[in-house]
């Protein structure tokens, strides 16, 4: 599976930003997607991620400090996972990586349990 992460940019506090995460290649792997983002000095962190079943049925989960804030969804045609940042604080910037993985689990916000990664792409929010 392949993952090409896009959307990052400069934006203002309060503003908003879409992320976008194609992937391609054996995207039957990608029963869950998800989004972490890591800021420099800070272990990565997990921002969302979305479980999408057989049944076409859909979870998402999202990390407390982005709740209410942030949204995830998937378009399975084009096995394209978005993110939209909403309300946008400094603190929400960092490098946001894009994460697939096969497996359905509890959790889905550990790094270390998702098989394949996208570059990063960089999120910078001004005060």
């Known amino acids: 599976v392949q993952l090409q992460a896009s959307g990052g940019g400069l934006v203002q506090a309060g503003g908003s930003l879409r992320l976008s995460c194609a992937a391609t290649g054996r995207t039957y792997e990608t029963t869950v997607m998800g989004w972490f983002r890591q800021a420099p000095g800070k272990e990565r962190e997990f921002v969302a991620a979305m479980r999408s079943n057989l049944d076409r049925t859909k979870f998402e989960y999202y990390g407390d400090s982005v709740k209410g804030r942030f949204t995830i969804h998937r378009d399975n045609a084009k096995n394209t996972v978005y993110l939209q940042m909403n309300s946008l604080k400094p603190e929400d910037t960092a490098v946001y990586y894009c994460?697939?993985?096969?497996?359905?689990?509890?959790?889905?916000?550990?790094?270390?349990?998702?098989?394949?990664w996208g570059q990063g792409t960089q999120v910078t929010v001004s005060s």
């Open positions: 994460a697939a993985d096969r497996h359905i689990r509890r959790t889905y916000s550990d790094p270390g349990e998702y098989d394949h």
